[in-house]
């Protein structure tokens, strides 16, 4: 069925956010939910959603798997533990890297995620709880990008023709389905989240490992993680829609203390966009790339290459897997 797209410029947040208390009310009955929550717009905005709706009956679980940016499990915790919202950590890294492991298909290391996060680590959730539902933050990009073959987001099921309850054993809700990231904002802000939170970069569900071309291994996404770091540091002011690094599986020659170095290469991406369907790079100044590139050379070991890219989406795509 077709999902009715509710226009970021049509939207009523206070509306919208009372119209699905209601609709999460009814959908769980008296029963239990769970979800997860990143630490991002989307799965904020749906745990907020999801407590006025439910109260406890809602059990919120941040999934670390080692694949998240620096500091960030703890970070979350502590800042929905001030809205009063109990947050779980849930350690899965064994889980994930295992899954991981000799994956270097985009496609393959997307589903091995997906796998992961939904059948082993909340189907247990699930069992262990009792719940029978899962609220989660699928954006209405996510599923146009999935159903046009793009990329295989990590959330999106029904319309690929996968039923969750078959396939894990629950029934999934979204929430935030007929909007997109700029209406998310309005609904996360109108629900009393902070704009650190409400105007948030973006970030993907496969998390770090969609920073990694090739395997992403403990090591590789230890560097990537470095990578990223600076990089959100060293961008922070420049108002883009999303910045990242990326880490090549390709090495290249490079010199250190006068002998060869086949090193690693990182490169920058910085994008422009309002909603992520279209996207441009950003005209960084070059003082600030300079400094940037300098920081990646000096601080992320191996590192003898920083590239910027200047390919617009379409046709590149904003993440590199
Ligand atoms: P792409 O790379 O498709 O990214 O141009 C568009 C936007 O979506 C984010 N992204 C994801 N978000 N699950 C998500 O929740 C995913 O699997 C995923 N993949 C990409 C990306 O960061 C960008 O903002």
């Not at 992403?216 to 993680?225: G, H, K, P, S």
Request: hydrophobic share 40%.
């Amino acid at each position: 069925m077709a999902i009715k797209e509710i226009k970021t410029s049509k939207l009523d947040p206070e509306q919208f956010i009372a119209e699905k208390v209601v609709e999460i009310s009814a959908t769980v009955g008296d029963g239990l939910a769970i979800n997860a929550l990143s630490g991002g717009v989307d799965s904020s905005a749906v745990t907020m959603l999801g407590h006025r709706a439910l109260g406890d009956r809602l059990k919120t679980y941040f999934i670390e798997n080692g694949l998240m940016r620096q500091g960030e499990p703890q970070r979350i915790v502590a800042l929905f533990a001030e809205f009063g919202v109990r947050v779980e950590l849930v350690d899965a890294r064994d889980k994930f890297f295992a899954a991981l492991r000799g994956v270097t298909d985009p496609e393959e290391k997307r589903e091995a995620i997906t796998q992961t996060f939904y059948k082993d680590v909340f189907g247990k959730l699930v069992r262990e709880s009792g719940a029978k539902h899962l609220l989660q933050g699928t954006i209405l990009t996510d599923v146009d990008e999935t159903v046009a073959g793009i990329k295989r987001q990590h959330n999106v099921f029904g319309q690929l023709g996968i039923d969750p309850q078959e396939a894990f054993g629950y029934k999934i809700i979204e929430p935030l389905v007929q909007i997109r990231k700029d209406g998310v904002r309005k609904v996360a802000a109108a629900l009393g989240l902070p704009e650190s939170v409400y105007n948030r970069m973006p970030f993907p569900g496969p998390a770090l490992s969609a920073r990694v071309i090739g395997e992403a291994t403990r090591e590789r996404i230890a560097l990537v993680r470095q990578a990223t770091a600076i990089t959100e540091e060293a961008l922070a002011d420049t108002k883009a829609f999303q910045y990242m690094a990326i880490l090549h599986e390709d090495r290249v020659t490079g010199m250190r203390d006068g002998k060869r170095d086949f090193g690693l290469q990182i490169e920058i991406r910085c994008w422009d966009s309002v909603d992520a369907r279209k996207a441009k790079p950003t005209r960084l100044p070059w003082k600030t790339l300079r400094e940037l590139s300098g920081r990646m050379l000096k601080e992320v070991p191996g590192v003898v290459s920083v590239t910027y890219n200047i390919a617009p989406k379409p046709p590149s795509t904003m993440e590199v897997v």
